[in-house]
């Protein structure tokens, strides 16, 4: 069977640069769909995006559908026919269903059966479906008409290249009569291009200034925007989302370096990182120490014979903006940060909450309490709970809204506050995201975990719990947060006291019944996500959870133990015992004996386990107190041994009632020195 290259090129007006990438692959994905879906095989597919394009490239595609029979099975022979052999409504509905006389349906086998044979199209005729059905699929959230047209697109179309070989796909979608024309560069090559072949895209359009390839735009921006850093004694900031935003605006990219006067670099860098890759687009440079230079890179679209009115343009016009950074940053130092909080007593929180002021009074008391148990300067957390939202009110946050919590550590610098105070007030809010940088103080950790939980508490007991996927106030997120903070950074914090102090500073404005309950579940319930990712049990999980720790540290801790337990050869049959030991103790009437007296004893392995039980007491208990649960495992594992034996030996339920109760406070011995650990009976 033949095979030819095909190209489809739909030209438009500048599609919008943040959805580019995603527009292409899904081109290329219904595309392939289509393809596949009418069994034309091909050996490769490639999508090409630009600013004014999106094309798609396959390469040996077959030039004829194969042929392809259907075969339906009707009812059984026996449903099918009555005793005389007349056929029933079930043979008769079955051929009319098919379309056919019930002479034309085969009868030999134990079910009617209709095959039909369907002969293969030409694929050129089933291409422009192909097409048209991808592009109606890709996702548009606004599509938009224009002119007096009735199509609807991204953006208004302008020209449509179909190559099937050498010949044009005669078809019109969207408005566009496929051809092959396509355009070249807007200033550089404003006139058609004429394609020659699909493999011969890229350097047609080469040729007139464009470079389809969106990784080869993306490569050249790259490579070139670090040789000019490097020129520049610098490193370019160079994120990936702007990498490609950048990549997506220009057809024929030329970095150049710009610059700024040098009075600028007063104000906050990250104000003017913000402003610039924001708003303008532009890769700012950091020296070696980290510290921003006068200087940035911009990206071109055409290759000017005079870049300086380039770079002139481009400088005038990031001028007012850094003017505007520099003059909300001088407005704000003109009052003391604290005075800022004055405003955020009319800036309400959540209406039944109160205003956020009344939540960084909150948040002062309770990084205060935590502070002073995790370690840290409780004065100083205090204080910057205090200050914690004061920069929301401040000029610069109310223009750059990414600036809260930097703002307020520039600020309080200014005002000459502790370093860890100004720190805390941009460490409050971290971790900013997942996998994202923790605070590096203890002052920043205990206002970062008040915040947290003063939300979680707060919107807890005004009854607005998450649902699904909504989840307004991020509360997972602030869970995930508290946890990460106290487990990453080894932070020994008691979770039920610290909730218990957030719920009672809320008073009468929440609903205090279960409520320190409902939050603790929800934040350990996070855990339970977080050791799956890290390909930790759910039963090891669980088997830490039925002990309830209160700190998540410890949590953690008991959770390495027992994944670590779960490898000793002894781990299987233990919690196997643990099980039997939970199970016959739970149907013990009334409370369970404590005391083991030797006397009941008739059985020598009954010694040997008590023996053994009370030496593993004497090993564990120093370890337990240090929390060395690992080690605690190990060493009860050692009791596999006489545990085994016991059981073999001994009938726990004796009939003497006496006997028996010393039995099972045996085994609750037992089991209590696992329990010190984990419930390793949900292991099993």
Not at 302 to 312: G, H, L, N
Not at 325 to 344: I, M, P, S, V
């Amino acid at each position: 069977m033949s095979a030819l290259d095909f190209l489809v090129e739909l030209g438009t007006e500048e599609l919008p640069p943040k959805a580019l990438n995603t527009l292409a692959e899904a081109f290329l994905a219904g595309i392939d769909k289509g393809l596949q879906a009418a069994g034309l095989n091909y050996e490769s597919k490639t999508v090409y995006a630009a600013p004014r394009r999106l094309a798609v490239l396959i390469t040996a595609l077959a030039t004829q559908q194969p042929d392809r029979s259907i075969n339906l099975d009707g009812p059984p022979r026996q449903a099918a026919f009555d005793a005389d052999g007349n056929p029933t409504q079930a043979a008769l509905g079955f051929a009319k269903k098919c379309g056919v006389d019930l002479s034309e349906i085969d009868q030999s086998g134990p079910k009617l059966r209709y095959s039909q044979s369907i002969a293969g199209k030409p694929t050129a005729s089933l291409l422009p479906t192909i097409v048209e059905d991808s592009l109606n699929d890709l996702p548009i959230p606004k599509r938009m008409r224009w002119g007096a047209r009735k199509e609807e697109f991204v953006r208004p179309t302008q020209w449509l290249v179909m190559l099937l070989g050498d010949q044009v796909i005669d078809c019109t979608i969207l408005a566009q009569k496929a051809g092959r024309d396509s355009r070249g560069h807007r200033f550089h090559h404003p006139q058609s291009v004429r394609i020659g072949s699909p493999s011969s895209y890229l350097a047609d359009l080469r040729a007139a200034y464009v470079l389809a390839d969106a990784d080869e735009r993306r490569e050249i921006i790259s490579k070139r925007t670090e040789e000019l850093a490097t020129r520049q004694e610098g490193t370019a900031i160079v994120p990936p989302a702007l990498l490609d935003e950048v990549t997506a605006l220009v057809e024929w990219p030329v970095p150049l370096v710009c610059s700024f006067e040098e009075r600028f670099l007063d104000v906050p860098q990250e104000a003017l990182i913000t402003t610039m890759q924001d708003n303008q687009k532009y890769f700012c440079l950091l020296d070696a120490d980290g510290k921003l230079l006068p200087r940035f890179i911009t990206v071109a679209n055409i290759e000017s014979k005079d870049p300086q009115q380039i770079i002139a343009g481009n400088e005038k016009v990031v001028r007012p903006r850094l003017t505007d950074a520099e003059f909300f940053f001088k407005q704000d130092k003109k009052q003391k940060l604290e005075d800022f909080n004055l405003r955020l007593q009319n800036v309400v929180f959540q209406e039944k909450l109160g205003s956020v002021y009344d939540k960084a009074e909150r948040v002062s008391r309770l990084a205060a309490f935590i502070a002073a148990r995790i370690g840290g300067n409780a004065s100083w957390a205090a204080r910057a709970g205090l200050l914690s939202k004061c920069d929301l009110a401040t000029e610069m946050v109310g223009e750059f809204p990414e600036m809260q919590g930097v703002a307020g550590y520039y600020y309080a610098l200014n005002d000459g506050e502790p370093e860890d105070v100004a720190l805390a007030l941009n460490e409050q809010y971290m971790p900013r995201g997942a996998g994202a940088e923790l605070p590096s103080t203890l002052t920043g950790a205990a206002v970062a975990i008040a915040d947290k939980l003063d939300t979680l508490v707060g919107i807890f007991g005004i009854g607005m719990l998450p649902t699904g996927s909504k989840d307004p106030y991020a509360l997972r997120r602030a869970a995930l947060g508290v946890l990460r903070i106290l487990i990453e950074k080894q932070l020994d914090l008691d979770l039920n006291d610290a909730v218990a102090f957030a719920v009672d500073a809320f008073g009468s404005k929440v609903k205090a019944a279960g409520l320190n309950d409902s939050v603790l579940e929800f934040i350990f319930d996070r855990l339970r996500a977080r050791y799956e990712d890290e390909g930790v049990d759910v039963a090891t999980y669980l088997s830490v959870r039925a002990l309830k720790p209160g700190s998540a540290l410890d949590f953690d801790q008991r959770v390495q133990a027992v994944q670590a337990f779960r490898k000793l050869p002894e781990a299987a049959a233990l919690a196997a015992v643990n099980k039997r030991v939970s199970n016959l103790l739970s149907k013990v009437e009334g409370s369970v004996p404590t005391v083991v007296e030797a006397k009941y004893f008739d059985n020598a392995n009954e010694f040997s386990l008590y023996s053994a039980i009370q030496q593993a007491d004497q090993a564990v208990q120093p370890m337990a107190a240090s929390r060395q649960y690992s080690e605690s495992l190990a060493r009860l594992a050692a009791l596999r041994e006489p545990v085994d034996a016991f059981f073999e030996a001994v009938m726990v339920n004796a009939e003497d009632a006496k006997v028996r109760a010393n039995r099972y406070a045996l085994l609750a011995r037992l089991r209590g020195l696992f329990l010190g650990v984990a419930d390793i009976s949900l292991l099993g």
